[in-house]
């Protein structure tokens, strides 16, 4: 299986760059996994979007969309579950 190249969106960046390095960790930990499996268990499809996707890392939702045919998971957002969705 190939492997695939994620792409952070600036915002994502500065959500990710804003978080506390304990957290931090664990979120890119789940981000480079998306990397091997962009959809991994327990993550879920957005309602209302055909390739968006949430995966939970605690208190914080990675949204992403997967673009399996040039293999790409682009990071869109990285937020706190009360604002994720907003």
């Known amino acids: ?7 952070f969106r600036r915002s994502a960046d500065k ?7 304990t957290v931090q960790r664990r979120v890119l930990r789940a ?5 091997r499996n962009p959809r991994p268990e327990g ?3 957005l309602v ?3 390739n968006a996707f949430r ?4 208190n914080y939702r990675v949204i992403y ?5 040039i293999f790409v ?14």
Not at 1 to 7: G, L
């Open 1 to 7: 299986m190939q492997q695939y190249a994620v792409s």
């Open 15 to 21: 959500d990710l760059r804003r978080l506390d390095a």
């Open 55 to 58: 995966v939970r890392v605690g």
């Open 48 to 50: 209302g979007s055909d």
């Open 31 to 35: 981000i480079n996994g998306l990397a």
């Open 65 to 69: 969309t997967v673009e399996d045919a």
């Open 73 to 86: 998971v682009a990071i869109e957002s990285i937020r706190h579950r009360r604002e994720a969705y907003r």
């Open 43 to 45: 993550c879920r499809k």
